[in-house]
């Protein structure tokens, strides 16, 4: 799947993710990222690495329809210390 072999490489060589999730229905996909700061959000938008996969991405034919994406601070929640301790290596 694309998400395993091309986004999720990606996200992981982006500084300041924290973690990265995502989902899929018959008809759509979503990616859902946390981030440790704005920064890091607006860095990736500029990072080689997410142009050349949006690239990828876009010449696939998967894109259809409109893609969206929104940027929110948290507010709150849960997400356990042992998530964020793991090396990210493990974590594909």
Same mark, same amino acid.
């Given at each position: 799947? #694309?998400?395993?072999?091309?986004?999720?490489?990606?996200?992981?060589?982006?500084?300041?993710?924290?973690?990265?999730? #995502?989902?899929?229905?018959? *008809?759509?996909?979503?990616? #859902?990222?946390?981030? *440790?700061?704005?920064?890091?959000?607006?860095?990736?938008?500029?990072?080689?690495?997410?142009?050349?996969?949006?690239?990828?991405?876009?010449?696939? =034919?998967?894109?259809?329809?409109?893609?969206?994406?929104?940027?929110?601070?948290?507010? =709150?929640?849960?997400?356990?210390?042992?998530?964020?301790?793991?090396?990210?290596?493990?974590?594909?």
């Amino acid at each position: 799947m #694309f998400e395993t072999h091309e986004s999720l490489p990606m996200f992981l060589r982006q500084s300041g993710l924290v973690a990265v999730l #995502f989902g899929r229905t018959q *008809n759509e996909c979503t990616a #859902f990222s946390i981030w *440790n700061d704005m920064q890091s959000i607006e860095a990736l938008s500029k990072s080689e690495t997410y142009i050349a996969t949006v690239k990828k991405l876009e010449s696939s =034919g998967m894109l259809k329809g409109n893609q969206t994406v929104e940027t929110m601070e948290i507010t =709150g929640g849960y997400l356990p210390a042992a998530m964020t301790e793991r090396p990210r290596e493990t974590l594909m």
